[in-house]
């Protein structure tokens, strides 16, 4: 089993940024697919970012609402994947989820087997 711990969420202004981490623990590592998702109060869960851990692997994956505003990024040694946000705005407001899958990477939640609890970001005007 592998274990999933968001943290950095928080308030932000609007224009602000903030950075989210996503800690791993349990079994021995193996490759990895990760993914970002965000959920919006009356809102379906959004993918918005996912990558191979493999770097060599494909390219980072973006959800067009945050592309060219969020990057993500991986720390195999750490076993940490990061969510870089920056121009924020209220639209973004949502309880962030990490995930990871083994068979394949992508933004549909299908994909992943493993959840964080969330991490709340609220961004205001």
């Known amino acids: 089993q592998v274990q999933l711990a968001e943290s950095g969420g928080g308030s932000v202004q609007a224009g602000g940024s903030l950075t989210l981490s996503c800690a791993e623990s349990?079994?021995?590592?193996?490759?990895?697919?990760m993914g970002w998702f965000r959920q919006a109060p009356g809102k379906e869960r959004e993918g918005i970012a996912a990558?191979?851990?493999?770097?060599?692997?494909?390219?980072?994956q973006y959800a067009d609402s945050v592309k060219g505003r969020f990057t993500i990024t991986r720390d195999n040694a750490k076993r940490t994947t990061y969510l870089m946000m920056s121009g924020l705005n209220p639209e973004d407001t949502a309880t962030y989820y990490c995930a990871a899958g083994y068979v394949s990477y992508g933004l549909a939640s299908s994909n992943y087997a493993y959840w964080g609890q969330g991490t709340q970001v609220t961004v205001s005007s």
């Open positions: 349990g079994n021995a590592w193996h490759r990895t697919y």
């Open positions: 990558l191979n851990t493999n770097f060599n692997d494909g390219r980072p």
